[in-house]
C-alpha cells in the first residue's frame, strides 16, 4: 500500500541532491580537462590532427549521452571490471562534456583575432607561448558565460545517471515514487531542487555575457 | 581476460532495430513540427506587452530550461496516471518532448525576433502594414532565417535525447536496445551498433534540415550569407 | 658594405594571383627605405615576405644572414633579429602597455622581470610614453597606442624594423606623433623598410624610395625622385597621391 510522503522522503532527496552535485562537479571537472586537450588538438597546426579531432567530436555529439552511458556501463563489465555506478556515469559525462566543451572553447580561441597571434609569433613567441600569454586569457573571457551556461547542461544530464542505478537526485525521488505513489508532488520537488541549482547557474551565465557585451565597443 | 565481440547475435534483432530507429524519427519529426510551432507562440507571448502572458511565458522557458527532460517525462507520465489519465507511453513521450523542445525553441526564436532592425518596424510601419502583417513579415520570417542552425541543432539534441524516452518503456530505439540487450546478453555490442544508428540518424537529419533550409531560404541560397 | 636586407627575383602568388613579379631589393645597415606604391602593388606583401609572415613561391630573401626562403628556417631566430609594426598596431588588449613590452624580453630572452622593466621604460620614452606604462591599450588614442607597438618591438632589440602603412588607421592630426618617432629611430641609425602613404615623411627621412608597381620595383631614387619621376606611372600615382 502507499506510504504517506514525509520529512524522511525529503531528506532523501536532499542526500540524492548532493550526489547529482557531486557528480557534476566530477563531471565537469574532468570533462573540463579533457576537453582542453581536444580543443588543443581542435586548433592544432597539422590538418589530420584537427580533422581526426573533428570527426570524434562530431561522433560523440552524434549519440545520445544515454547510449554512452550504456556503452560505459556494459563496456567496462565485459573486460571485468566491476564498476561502480558513480564512476560509469562520471566516465560517460566525461567524454560527452569534453566533446561539447571543447566545441565552445574552440569558438572563443578563434574568436580571438588572428592577428593577435602574428602579432605575438613576430615577437618571436613560440605557438604555445602565444596560446597561453595571449590567446587563452582573451579567449577566457569570451568562454566564460557560454561554459557557466553548460554547468546547467552537466547537472541536468546528470539525472540519467539514474538509469544504471545511481541513486542522485532522480533515481531517489524514483524510489520514493514508488512507494508513495505521488508522482507530482516526488517529481514536482525533485524538478524544484534541480531548478535551484540551475537557475542561478543560468542567471550567472546571463550576467556574464551581458558584462562581455558592455565591455566590448 | 580476453572478450570475444560477437555482432552475429545481433543480426536476428536488426529489424527490430529498424523499427526502433523508424520510432525515434517519427517522435522527432511529431516535436519538431509542434515544438516550432508551439514554441514560436510562446516566444511571440514573451514579447507581449501583456505583462502577466510574458511572465508566465518567461517563467515555462525558464522551468523547462533549468530541469532535467527526464524529471520532466516522469512528472508528465506517472503524473498524469495518478490523475487517472493512462496514456500509451508513446503519446506521453511526445507530449512532454513538444513541452521541452517547445521552450528552447522559444528562446531562440526570441533571440532571432530582437535581432529585427529597429528601421524595419518603422519602415513596415509607414508603409501601412497591420501589426499581424509586420509580425509575418518582417519579423518571424526573417527571424526564423536568422536563427535556422541554431534552431536545427537543438531539434538534432533532441532526437538524441528522445533515447531518454526508454525509461517509460517507449519502444524506440534505445528501448528496443535495451530489449536485445537483455535477451542476447551482448550488451556492448548492441550498445556500439544503437550509437552508430544513432549517428546515421544524426547524419541524416543534418542533411534533411540543410536541405529545407536551401528550400526554405531563398535569399540564403542564393546569396550564401546569413542575415 | 653588405646587404641587411637583400631580395632576389622574388615572386609570390596568392592561388592564381601573382602579386610580386620578380622583386629585387637591397637595404645596407643603418638605411632608411621607404616604399610606396598604389594598393595591390604588392608593397605590404613584399615587407610581410621578409619577415616570413608569408611564404614566396620563387627567389632568395636573406635578412641579417637569415635564409628566409629556406623552408628549414628557424622563423623564431629571424624574428628575433626583425621587429614588425602593423597598420592595425595589434597590441595585447588584456595586457598593460608595460606587460605589452615586457611579455617578449621576459618570455622569449628570458630577461629578468627587474631589466626587462628597465628595458620597457627605455622604450617607452624614446617614443615618448613613460607615463602611460601602467595604461591599457584601450586608454590609448590610436597614435599613441602605435608608439606603444613601436615600443614593443623596440624592445626587443631588433636589428631591422619593418613598419606596415602604421599611420593609415589614425587620424591625420595623429599621424604627426608617430612618424615623429620613427624619423628619430631613422637619425639614431635603425634599419628600416617602411610602407607608407606618407609621402613628406617617405621625402624626408628615406634615404631611398622605392615605387612599387604591379608587384614590381618600378622605381628607386632618393627624396627628390617624387618631385621628377622617371617614369610615367610614378608621374600619375603622384599627381593624383598629392
Given at each position: 500500500?502507499?506510504?504517506?510522503?514525509?520529512?524522511?522522503?525529503?531528506?532523501?532527496?536532499?542526500?540524492?541532491?548532493?550526489?547529482?552535485?557531486?557528480?557534476?562537479?566530477?563531471?565537469?571537472?574532468?570533462?573540463?580537462?579533457?576537453?582542453?586537450?581536444?580543443?588543443?588538438?581542435?586548433?592544432?597546426?597539422?590538418?589530420?590532427?584537427?580533422?581526426?579531432?573533428?570527426?570524434?567530436?562530431?561522433?560523440?555529439?552524434?549519440?545520445?549521452?544515454?547510449?554512452?552511458?550504456?556503452?560505459?556501463?556494459?563496456?567496462?563489465?565485459?573486460?571485468?571490471?566491476?564498476?561502480?555506478?558513480?564512476?560509469?556515469?562520471?566516465?560517460?559525462?566525461?567524454?560527452?562534456?569534453?566533446?561539447?566543451?571543447?566545441?565552445?572553447?574552440?569558438?572563443?580561441?578563434?574568436?580571438?583575432?588572428?592577428?593577435?597571434?602574428?602579432?605575438?609569433?613576430?615577437?618571436?613567441?613560440?605557438?604555445?607561448?602565444?596560446?597561453?600569454?595571449?590567446?587563452?586569457?582573451?579567449?577566457?573571457?569570451?568562454?566564460?558565460?557560454?561554459?557557466?551556461?553548460?554547468?546547467?547542461?552537466?547537472?541536468?544530464?546528470?539525472?540519467?545517471?539514474?538509469?544504471?542505478?545511481?541513486?542522485?537526485?532522480?533515481?531517489?525521488?524514483?524510489?520514493?515514487?514508488?512507494?508513495?505513489?505521488?508522482?507530482?508532488?516526488?517529481?514536482?520537488?525533485?524538478?524544484?531542487?534541480?531548478?535551484?541549482?540551475?537557475?542561478?547557474?543560468?542567471?550567472?551565465?546571463?550576467?556574464?555575457?551581458?558584462?562581455?557585451?558592455?565591455?566590448?565597443? | 581476460?580476453?572478450?570475444?565481440?560477437?555482432?552475429?547475435?545481433?543480426?536476428?534483432?536488426?529489424?527490430?532495430?529498424?523499427?526502433?530507429?523508424?520510432?525515434?524519427?517519427?517522435?522527432?519529426?511529431?516535436?519538431?513540427?509542434?515544438?516550432?510551432?508551439?514554441?514560436?507562440?510562446?516566444?511571440?507571448?514573451?514579447?507581449?506587452?501583456?505583462?502577466?502572458?510574458?511572465?508566465?511565458?518567461?517563467?515555462?522557458?525558464?522551468?523547462?530550461?533549468?530541469?532535467?527532460?527526464?524529471?520532466?517525462?516522469?512528472?508528465?507520465?506517472?503524473?498524469?496516471?495518478?490523475?487517472?489519465?493512462?496514456?500509451?507511453?508513446?503519446?506521453?513521450?511526445?507530449?512532454?518532448?513538444?513541452?521541452?523542445?517547445?521552450?528552447?525553441?522559444?528562446?531562440?526564436?526570441?533571440?532571432?525576433?530582437?535581432?529585427?532592425?529597429?528601421?524595419?518596424?518603422?519602415?513596415?510601419?509607414?508603409?501601412?502594414?497591420?501589426?499581424?502583417?509586420?509580425?509575418?513579415?518582417?519579423?518571424?520570417?526573417?527571424?526564423?532565417?536568422?536563427?535556422?542552425?541554431?534552431?536545427?541543432?537543438?531539434?538534432?539534441?533532441?532526437?538524441?535525447?528522445?533515447?531518454?524516452?526508454?525509461?517509460?518503456?517507449?519502444?524506440?530505439?534505445?528501448?528496443?536496445?535495451?530489449?536485445?540487450?537483455?535477451?542476447?546478453?551482448?550488451?556492448?555490442?548492441?550498445?556500439?551498433?544503437?550509437?552508430?544508428?544513432?549517428?546515421?540518424?544524426?547524419?541524416?537529419?543534418?542533411?534533411?534540415?540543410?536541405?529545407?533550409?536551401?528550400?526554405?531560404?531563398?535569399?540564403?541560397?542564393?546569396?550564401?550569407?546569413?542575415? | 658594405?653588405?646587404?641587411?636586407?637583400?631580395?632576389?627575383?622574388?615572386?609570390?602568388?596568392?592561388?592564381?594571383?601573382?602579386?610580386?613579379?620578380?622583386?629585387?631589393?637591397?637595404?645596407?645597415?643603418?638605411?632608411?627605405?621607404?616604399?610606396i606604391g598604389r594598393?595591390?602593388s604588392?608593397?605590404?606583401?613584399?615587407?610581410?615576405?621578409?619577415?616570413?609572415?608569408?611564404?614566396?613561391?620563387?627567389?632568395?630573401?636573406?635578412?641579417?644572414?637569415?635564409?628566409?626562403?629556406?623552408?628549414?628556417?628557424?622563423?623564431?631566430?629571424?624574428?628575433?633579429?626583425?621587429?614588425?609594426?602593423?597598420?592595425?598596431?595589434?597590441?595585447?588588449?588584456?595586457?598593460?602597455?608595460?606587460?605589452?613590452?615586457?611579455?617578449?624580453?621576459?618570455?622569449?630572452?628570458?630577461?629578468?622581470?627587474?631589466?626587462?622593466?628597465?628595458?620597457?621604460?627605455?622604450?617607452?620614452?624614446?617614443?615618448?610614453?613613460?607615463?602611460?606604462?601602467?595604461?591599457?591599450?584601450?586608454?590609448?588614442?590610436?597614435?599613441?597606442?602605435?608608439?606603444?607597438?613601436?615600443?614593443?618591438?623596440?624592445?626587443?632589440?631588433?636589428?631591422?624594423?619593418?613598419?606596415?602603412?602604421?599611420?593609415?588607421?589614425?587620424?591625420?592630426?595623429?599621424?604627426?606623433?608617430?612618424?615623429?618617432?620613427?624619423?628619430?629611430?631613422?637619425?639614431?641609425?635603425?634599419?628600416?623598410?617602411?610602407?607608407?602613404?606618407?609621402?613628406?615623411?617617405?621625402?624626408?627621412?628615406?634615404?631611398?624610395?622605392?615605387y612599387m608597381h604591379q608587384?614590381?620595383?618600378w622605381e628607386?631614387?632618393?627624396?627628390?625622385?617624387l618631385?621628377?619621376p622617371q617614369t610615367p606611372e610614378l608621374r600619375a600615382f603622384m599627381s593624383h597621391d598629392l
Open positions: 500500500m502507499a506510504q504517506p510522503f514525509t520529512l524522511a522522503h525529503i531528506g532523501y532527496m536532499l542526500d540524492g541532491l548532493l550526489w547529482t552535485v557531486i557528480l557534476s562537479a566530477l563531471a565537469f571537472a574532468l570533462g573540463g580537462v579533457a576537453a582542453f586537450g581536444v580543443m588543443l588538438l581542435r586548433i592544432s597546426r597539422f590538418r589530420a590532427v584537427r580533422l581526426g579531432a573533428f570527426v570524434v567530436v562530431q561522433i560523440i555529439q552524434g549519440i545520445p549521452l544515454l547510449v554512452i552511458l550504456f556503452a560505459v556501463y556494459f563496456g567496462l563489465g565485459i573486460f571485468g571490471i566491476q564498476v561502480p555506478p558513480l564512476a560509469a556515469a562520471g566516465i560517460a559525462m566525461m567524454i560527452y562534456s569534453a566533446a561539447f566543451l571543447a566545441e565552445i572553447w574552440r569558438g572563443c580561441v578563434e574568436a580571438v583575432p588572428r592577428t593577435q597571434f602574428e602579432a605575438a609569433e613576430c615577437l618571436a613567441l613560440t605557438r604555445w607561448e602565444a596560446l597561453t600569454k595571449v590567446i587563452l586569457p582573451q579567449a577566457l573571457r569570451l568562454a566564460t558565460p557560454p561554459t557557466v551556461g553548460f554547468m546547467v547542461q552537466v547537472v541536468k544530464s546528470t539525472s540519467l545517471a539514474s538509469v544504471v542505478g545511481f541513486v542522485e537526485l532522480t533515481r531517489a525521488a524514483q524510489i520514493i515514487n514508488n512507494s508513495t505513489f505521488q508522482p507530482f508532488l516526488v517529481f514536482g520537488i525533485a524538478g524544484a531542487l534541480y531548478f535551484a541549482v540551475c537557475w542561478p547557474l543560468s542567471a550567472w551565465s546571463r550576467v556574464l555575457e551581458r558584462k562581455l557585451h558592455v565591455g566590448r565597443h | 581476460m580476453k572478450y570475444k565481440f560477437d555482432f552475429g547475435a545481433l543480426v536476428e534483432y536488426w529489424p527490430q532495430l529498424l523499427d526502433g530507429a523508424l520510432v525515434t524519427l517519427e517522435m522527432t519529426a511529431i516535436s519538431t513540427v509542434s515544438g516550432l510551432a508551439f514554441g514560436t507562440l510562446v516566444a511571440i507571448g514573451r514579447r507581449s506587452h501583456n505583462r502577466a502572458l510574458s511572465r508566465l511565458c518567461g517563467a515555462y522557458v525558464e522551468t523547462v530550461r533549468n530541469t532535467p527532460f527526464l524529471i520532466q517525462l516522469f512528472f508528465i507520465y506517472f503524473g498524469l496516471a495518478s490523475a487517472g489519465l493512462r496514456l500509451p507511453v508513446f503519446v506521453a513521450a511526445v507530449i512532454a518532448m513538444v513541452f521541452n523542445v517547445a521552450a528552447y525553441t522559444a528562446e531562440i526564436v526570441r533571440a532571432g525576433m530582437d535581432a529585427t532592425p529597429r528601421g524595419q518596424l518603422e519602415a513596415a510601419d509607414s508603409l501601412g502594414m497591420s501589426t499581424p502583417q509586420i509580425y509575418w513579415h518582417i519579423v518571424l520570417r526573417p527571424a526564423l532565417e536568422r536563427v535556422y542552425p541554431a534552431l536545427t541543432a537543438q531539434y538534432i539534441l533532441m532526437m538524441l535525447a528522445t533515447s531518454v524516452t526508454s525509461q517509460i518503456s517507449v519502444e524506440e530505439l534505445t528501448g528496443i536496445a535495451n530489449n536485445v540487450q537483455s535477451n542476447t546478453f551482448r550488451s556492448f555490442e548492441t550498445f556500439i551498433v544503437v550509437a552508430v544508428i544513432y549517428l546515421v540518424l544524426t547524419l541524416i537529419l543534418k542533411l534533411a534540415f540543410w536541405l529545407l533550409g536551401l528550400a526554405l531560404f531563398t535569399r540564403r541560397r542564393r546569396l550564401g550569407t546569413s542575415l | 658594405m653588405s646587404a641587411v636586407i637583400e631580395l632576389k627575383d622574388v615572386h609570390k602568388s596568392f592561388g592564381l594571383v601573382e602579386v610580386l613579379k620578380g622583386v629585387s631589393l637591397s637595404v645596407a645597415r643603418g638605411e632608411a627605405i621607404a616604399v594598393s595591390g604588392g608593397k605590404s606583401t613584399a615587407l610581410r615576405c621578409v619577415n616570413r609572415l608569408e611564404t614566396i613561391q620563387s627567389g632568395e630573401i636573406t635578412v641579417c644572414g637569415h635564409p628566409v626562403h629556406d623552408p628549414r628556417l628557424d622563423v623564431r631566430k629571424l624574428r628575433l633579429d626583425v621587429g614588425i609594426v602593423f597598420q592595425s598596431y595589434n597590441l595585447f588588449p588584456h595586457l598593460t602597455v608595460e606587460e605589452n613590452i615586457m611579455l617578449a624580453p621576459v618570455t622569449v630572452k628570458k630577461l629578468r622581470k627587474a631589466q626587462a622593466r628597465d628595458l620597457t621604460a627605455e622604450a617607452l620614452a624614446r617614443v615618448g610614453l613613460a607615463e602611460k606604462a601602467q595604461a591599457y591599450p584601450e586608454q590609448l588614442s590610436g597614435g599613441q597606442q602605435q608608439r606603444v607597438a613601436i615600443a614593443r618591438s623596440l624592445a626587443m632589440q631588433p636589428q631591422v624594423m619593418l613598419f606596415d602603412e602604421v599611420t593609415s588607421a589614425l587620424d591625420p592630426e595623429l599621424t604627426g606623433e608617430v612618424l615623429r618617432v620613427m624619423e628619430d629611430l631613422a637619425k639614431g641609425g635603425m634599419t628600416m623598410l617602411v610602407v607608407t602613404h606618407e609621402m613628406g615623411f617617405a621625402r624626408r627621412v628615406a634615404d631611398r624610395i622605392v608587384g614590381r620595383v628607386v631614387g632618393d627624396g627628390t625622385m618631385a621628377n
